[in-house]
């Protein structure tokens, strides 16, 4: 009953049981209409568990350990954000007397 009352998110086929634990029968959306759509619907089925992580036959370890796989173009960009994040701009002089003002650039275009 344990099994039941929480079912396993990786399962490749779910179903809906009834209060008295029966098996519901399908609805009729759920049903494919043809061999190719039952093949689609199996297809997506199989890439969602895989990508869960459910697919028992797949070392998933050996890819997340391996920087062959890594996204360099991802982690170039994510270096780049950072370091323009923590970039003071140089063209901001800051006088001890005053509050700081912006000296030079103002971004505002005079034409």
Known sequence: MEALAHPDPNATFSY???PQGEVLAEEKDEIPLNKEEGQKRWRWEMEM???RGGDDDFEYKDVDESEEYDDRGEEEREAEEKYFA???PEWVVEDSQKAAKPQGETGI???
């Open 16 to 18: 809906k049981r009834g």
């Open 109 to 111: 275009q005079d034409y």
């Open 86 to 88: 923590e970039e003071e």
């Open 49 to 51: 568990r895989f990508l």
